[in-house]
T-cell receptor, first 116, second 115 residues
């Protein structure tokens, strides 16, 4: 079946602009995660959704970052007033059941964001 | 705070040689442990995971990992490396019984395979 998809695959923007990154999880997966991977680093957790609600947003770096999942499926990560330091690969993952640490998270290919 | 250490940033092995990638974690209890592989342009793919029970875990593509509680380690091994194994490998932990289920990743080990 289809895996996690993310669009766009690449995004180039200018400092100060607003961007939206989209994640389409595996059908039926109730848990959705966003991670950010900077060059030479492992992915870092940003936010976790159970259904429509953000169960843990402790990884969002500041209030310029916001994510929604209004219907419990597709999620959008929104970044306001982008800064050069926001340049990274943004990864989305989904898993079948919420509240289960041992559930496998399936990752999408990521969106590579470059802020000029 | 929970953390994961992958001490080897870059490893080169010859095709057919054995491989061991190191992973150490810092956590108050036994966490859930994972190894993921990331090929260029590809998403992270799960190789194997450990939750409990047998400390030697078998995964896909001929990989295995051994959990050693006394050393807080979860090293990844493969007896004979193939050229297609060249990729970046990430060790990750998830807190046992945690409500957030977030994965904490190491910084990765980049594997190069020589012919």
């Amino acid at each position: 079946g289809a895996g996690v998809s993310q669009t766009p695959s690449n995004k180039v923007t200018e400092k100060g602009k607003y961007v939206e990154l989209r994640c389409d999880p595996i059908s039926g997966h109730t848990a959705l995660y966003w991670y950010r991977q900077s060059l030479g680093q492992g992915p870092e957790f940003l936010i976790y959704f159970q259904g429509t609600g953000a169960a843990d947003d402790s990884g969002l770096p500041n209030d310029r970052f916001f994510a929604v999942r209004p219907e419990g499926s597709v999620s959008t990560l929104k970044i306001q007033r982008t800064e050069r330091g926001d340049s990274a690969v943004y990864l989305c993952a989904s898993s079948l059941s919420p509240g289960q640490s041992q559930e496998t998270q399936y990752f999408g290919p990521g969106t590579r964001l470059l802020v000029l | 705070a929970q953390s994961v250490t992958q001490p080897d940033i870059h490893i080169t092995v010859s095709e057919g040689a054995s491989l061991e990638l190191r992973c150490n974690y810092s956590y108050g209890a036994t966490p859930y442990l994972f190894w993921y592989v990331q090929s260029p342009g590809q998403g992270l793919q799960l190789l194997l995971k450990y939750f409990s029970g047998d400390t030697l875990v078998q995964g896909i593509k001929g990989f295995e990992a051994e959990f050693k509680r006394s050393q807080s380690s979860f090293n990844l091994r493969k007896p004979s490396v193939h050229w297609s194994d060249a990729a970046e490998y990430f060790c990750a932990v998830a807190p046992y019984g945690g409500a957030t289920n977030k994965l904490i990743f190491g910084t990765g080990t980049l594997l190069a395979v020589q012919p």
